[in-house]
């Protein structure tokens, strides 16, 4: 799985993958902790940064559910019920189930997974 797979990947909902990237220096979130990914949503477009330790095929492909999913949920002018009421333990419990029941992120399946959430 590469990350030049999911560029301009279009996405259930009208969303753009732009792309993904592996980020080179560590990544922290607002409050300075350590992170293992960070979308940037722009109107539609989503670009999905993930920490180089996500580069073994299980994380890569849990983060990029899991972006996905709560990028989509933040960025939908009206989000399906389904997603209204995740927190963060909430999309990433939801981002393993899918890469479980899915297999490894793929086009397809991250269409598949937008899909069974009402997007």
């Given at each position: ?23 080179d220096v560590p990544m922290t979130d607002a409050l300075g902790r350590t992170a293992l990914a960070r979308t940037t949503i722009t109107g539609n477009n989503l670009e999905i940064e993930l920490a180089s330790c ?66």
């Amino acid at each position: 799985m590469s990350p030049g797979e999911f560029q301009f990947l279009p996405l259930r909902g009208g969303f753009l993958l732009v792309r993904v990237v592996m980020a080179d220096v560590p990544m922290t979130d607002a409050l300075g902790r350590t992170a293992l990914a960070r979308t940037t949503i722009t109107g539609n477009n989503l670009e999905i940064e993930l920490a180089s330790c996500a580069a073994n095929a299980a994380e890569f492909s849990i983060s990029l559910y899991h972006e996905v999913l709560e990028a989509a949920a933040v960025a939908a002018l009206d989000p399906p019920p389904a997603v209204c009421e995740l927190n963060e333990a909430g999309f990433e419990a939801a981002a393993r189930d899918c890469h479980q029941r899915l297999g490894p992120a793929s086009p397809d399946s991250l269409n598949q997974m937008l899909a069974e959430f009402g997007f």
